[in-house]
């Protein structure tokens, strides 16, 4: 395993796996600050009193995955205690497909569209608090 910042601060880590078929996962963690906001509704992510939201190193809401990427796990790794509920929401891009699931969800992917990634607060802060930091990961397979 490898571990290096990237130049926004991000802690990139490279895993390589040998064997009969190598696999290659990289890993990107970030810190966003929680964003409290009510928002009334149904289907995915529903209802949720708050969000945080990864970013690109440019600081743009889609995120490209590397080359040869089929999948990513996108986790909401915040480690926040009982009653935090949380879900994990992508979009693609290309044609607006969504995909949810409590605290994690994997789905699909390819370099040739980019994903938003968002973490939605299902419990009534706190926590977290307005501001407070929250950790949120992509691992790309």
Known sequence: MKAHKSKCGRIIVTLAL?????????ADIQQIPFTAKTVRGSGCPGAYTGYARMTNDAGNIWITPPTN????TFT????????YVSVAYVIRKSDGTDWCGTNSVTFPATN??????TVAVKSTPPPPT???PMNLQITWQ
């Open 18 to 26: 040998t064997g009969l078929a190598a696999s290659l996962a990289l």
């Open 69 to 72: 990427a089929t999948s990513g």
């Open 76 to 83: 909401d790794a915040s480690g926040f205690g009982a009653p």
């Open 112 to 117: 040739s569209t980019s994903y938003e990634m």
């Open 130 to 132: 307005n501001g407070q």
